[in-house]
């Protein structure tokens, strides 16, 4: 089976090496003049006074713009009576982002045949799960049976969604592998409760004779290609599998001197590796592991946590980075930095869901952030270097604000966890939660509606608090991060000094924050290509393919690597 191109509205194209890099170079163009947006970070707003490096003009069309069409911009929706420059940054960016509408599958993957999910495999997936494993494992499957593969390997598994449902209701052996050994216990548990119902329909149907794929749960912290590779050729054999699980809590131990790659033992035995949001370096590492280990004949990869990427030549690390990948992107020497990673997580379909008083809010909760920035700064600068965490004050203030709660400003009335509890994002594989942070010193505030779209609860309100109502929460804030950092008050810090310092201008962050966001998914399109080039390089050897197989309004992380080694080389 070849894959069957589509055509979109998209004036690039990607079906070559040679058409990926000239869309990469594009791309790497359009940002050069842009790299103050890519390398900035909203919480020094103030601090740095951001707003000064974007055009004048800009600034002042949007600073009076309805907060709804500010949402637009990462979508690049454009208004009639904006600067004739501005119109051509967000017209001129999108048409260099990779189209997200969903592909007709049937088209690309013939004989394709999604399945929906029973009652019994659905149990505990929210709508989106639903619709990823439901898509998902019909596209698995159907590369499976293409590339002729005896065994799926689930990468970054999680609690083993994506691999019940590819072998109960699509009948393949199947190896989950994940770095938590709750998520493994979890796995085993439900695969242990499918089975039963699975085995009491045989019974009653007098199919007692069928045999029920079970999958293999395996406890690893994936941490290099030759680990991946050496697990791969194991999940194989069960007895192999199992004598891994002594040695999951020393995953160094384990990668040194445990597990000797595999790999090419015996070529008529073919994998296939599958990854729903596998994190960061993970993704890279399976598709690295998929050229090198010649058992894996096809892989279908959709990445996340681009944050959690190591960089060449700004991430210390030991092992390889996981940008860049090709050798076309890095002949181009054009470094991303953590904040560009950061934001090519940004989805220009949760920003259009957004509902404008959420949108409103969270702009606001971004200015105090800013602000306590600068009482940081101020007064506590050695914070700066020590790399700490706030946490989750915006969730908090934002739902005591739609109930009208009055802020007290007492101290004693402000909640202060543990000042050693980790309370930053973690990185999940539904789609990246992680917390906005400075690279510089790491404070983070949880703004998930601005971010993500999730959105907690609705406001009537339209328009945010007045000036008097605004200072309040931002001393309010401001003591609560205090306190969370384990910092004593001082009595030096003015508070209203500093909010009248930054209030002027704190009408400028939504401006500047949407468009800033807009950049988010090119950002992405530029990872993505580079994943994609660095399999066009290999040459005739593999057919590869980057589809958008989710609905994105479900599931803005949507879009699929999907290769495979030609039948000749199989």
């Known amino acids: 089976m070849e894959f069957r191109t589509t055509t979109s509205d ?59 069409n500010l949402l637009l911009i990462p979508s690049g929706v454009v208004q009639d009576h904006w600067p004739a420059s501005l119109k051509d940054f967000i017209v001129t960016l999108r048409s260099l982002v990779f189209p997200r509408e969903q592909a007709d599958l049937q088209t690309v993957l013939p004989g394709l045949h999604e399945i929906s999910l029973n009652s019994v495999l659905a149990q505990g997936m929210n709508m989106k799960k639903k619709h990823e494993v439901e898509v998902l494992s019909a596209v698995v499957n159907s590369v499976a049976d293409s590339a002729r593969s005896h065994t799926i390997v689930d990468v970054g598994a999680g609690q083993g969604y994506l691999a019940q449902v590819l072998s109960f209701q699509y009948q393949h052996s199947v190896v989950a592998i994940d770095a938590c050994s709750h998520h493994g216990s979890i ?10 119902h699975y085995a009491a329909q045989m019974r009653k149907s007098e199919t007692g004779n069928w045999s029920l794929n079970v999958p293999k749960t395996i406890t690893c912290r994936v941490m290099s290609i030759g680990m991946l590779k050496a697990l791969t050729g194991m999940s194989l054999h069960k007895d192999d599998a199992e004598q891994l699980r002594p040695f999951e809590e020393d995953n160094a131990k384990l990668e040194g001197e445990k597990l000797k790659p595999s790999c090419n033992a015996n070529n008529d035995t073919s994998l296939v590796l599958a990854g729903l949001h596998a994190c960061g370096d993970l993704s890279v590492t399976m598709l690295k592991t998929f050229l090198d280990c010649k058992e894996v004949k096809a892989i279908v990869s959709i990445g996340c946590c681009y944050n959690l990427l190591s960089e060449e030549g700004i991430d210390k690390t030991e092992t390889q980075c996981g940008f860049p990948m090709s050798a076309g992107v890095k002949s181009a020497g054009f470094s991303l930095g953590k904040n560009s990673r950061d934001l090519a997580c940004q989805s220009a379909e949760r920003w259009r869901g957004m509902e404008k008083d959420a949108g409103l809010h969270n702009f606001e909760l971004h200015s105090f952030r800013a602000a306590f920035q600068m009482v940081l700064c101020k007064f506590y600068p050695e914070v700066m270097i020590t790399n700490p965490s706030i946490g989750r004050q915006g969730k908090t203030l934002r739902r005591r604000q739609h109930r009208k709660v009055e802020y007290p400003l007492n101290h004693k009335e402000i909640a202060c966890p543990s000042l050693h509890s980790n309370t930053k994002g973690s990185c999940r594989n539904i789609e990246p939660k992680e917390l906005e942070t400075d690279k510089n010193s790491g404070l983070a505030l949880d703004t ?18 007045k000036s008097v109502e605004k200072y309040a929460l931002f001393e309010k804030f401001s003591q609560s991060g205090l306190c969370r950092l384990g910092l004593k008050p001082s009595q030096d810090i003015k508070f209203q000094e500093i909010w009248k310092e930054a209030e002027p201008f704190a009408e400028l962050i939504g401006p500047y924050w949407s468009l800033r966001a807009a950049l988010g998914p090119l950002l992405e399109t530029f990872l993505l290509l580079d994943r994609l080039l660095f399999l066009q390089e290999q040459g005739s050897s593999l057919e590869v393919i980057m589809l958008p197989i989710f609905d994105p309004e479900v599931s803005p992380r949507n879009v699929a690597i999907i290769a495979k080694k030609i039948l000749t080389q199989i």
Request: with cysteine.
């Open 448 to 465: 998930d509606v601005l971010f993500h779209g999730h959105s907690s609860s609705k406001s009537t309100r339209c328009e945010g608090p």
């Open 10 to 68: 998209c004036k690039y194209s990607c079906d070559t090496a040679t058409h990926t890099l000239h869309w990469i170079n594009a791309i790497i163009h359009f940002l050069k003049p842009f790299t103050f947006f890519m390398h900035a970070h909203v919480v020094n707003f103030f601090k740095d006074r951001l707003w000064e490096s974007v055009d004048k003009e800009w600034m002042d069309c949007l600073r009076n713009e309805p907060i709804e």
């Open 187 to 196: 796995t085993d548990a439900c695969a242990e409760r499918i089975k039963k």
